[in-house]
């Protein structure tokens, strides 16, 4: 089965500095990764994916992620951070190709943004 | 833009009784799902819906769980007889064949 591990639970980063949140993949073939982030009480928004093509993918509010085959890796980044952006963030994969197949989240990690 | 919506946002029962959470996905999507998430931590698959029949069900959905489409709007969550651990946050999906699912906004289930 298709797995995410995301390292951190909480990451620090103080306002207009870069972030980073982690995530690594663990699948067969080539995979269907994703990144959603869950505002406090709130449902889970997505923000961007990969399935194929540019290794760098652009999603809402200036996010970005970079997937990296040979690292496994599929890291969440935006160049300048907002306290705004403090929230918690899941990375999740496709477990299969169909639309049916579920999609398996990671731990979760909190992101601060402190002024 | 459109959204998937859940009703109630929250619902408070004694434990032995039947639930319903509700779920109105995006109107032209053909692939439905729920899952639950506890005390804001690890999000948890429950049960995958498509062709009006169960596509794939986890552990966690028992037979105390059932869903159902009644009509071509709604997409429903039952549980037979609710349980203390059944306490949690249950969030409806759907996609329209594009690799990603939009979330609705929960359902705060708490069972006294």
């Known amino acids: 089965a298709q797995s995410v591990a995301q390292p951190e639970d909480q990451v620090n980063v103080a306002e207009g500095n870069p972030l980073t949140v982690k995530c690594t993949y663990s699948v067969s073939g080539n995979p269907y990764l994703f990144w959603y982030v869950q505002y406090p009480n709130r449902g889970l928004q997505f923000l961007l994916k990969y399935i194929t093509g540019d290794n760098l993918v652009k999603g809402s509010y200036g996010f970005e992620a970079e997937f990296n085959k040979s690292q496994t890796s599929f890291h969440l980044k935006k160049p300048s951070a907002l306290v705004s952006d403090s929230a918690l963030y899941f990375c999740?994969?496709?477990?299969?190709?169909?639309?049916?197949?579920?999609?398996?989240f990671g731990s979760g990690t909190r992101l601060s943004i402190r002024p | 833009e459109p959204e998937v919506t859940q009703t109630p946002s929250h619902q408070v029962t004694q434990m032995g009784q039947e639930v319903i959470l509700r779920c109105v996905p995006i109107?032209?999507?053909?692939?439905f799902y729920w899952y639950r998430q506890i005390l804001g931590q690890k999000v948890e698959f429950l049960v995958s819906?498509?062709?009006?029949?169960?596509?794939?069900k986890s552990e966690i959905f028992d037979d105390q769980f059932s869903v159902e489409r009644p009509d071509g709007s709604n997409f429903t969550l039952k549980i037979r007889s609710t349980k203390l651990e059944d306490s949690a946050m249950y969030f409806c999906?759907?996609?329209?064949?594009?690799?990603?699912?939009?979330f609705g906004q929960g359902t705060r289930l708490t069972v006294v």
């Open positions: 999740a994969v496709r477990d299969g190709w169909s639309s049916a197949s579920k999609i398996i």
């Open positions: 819906f498509y062709n009006n029949e169960i596509s794939e």
């Open positions: 109107s032209n999507h053909l692939y």
């Open positions: 999906a759907s996609s329209g064949g594009a690799a990603e699912a939009f």
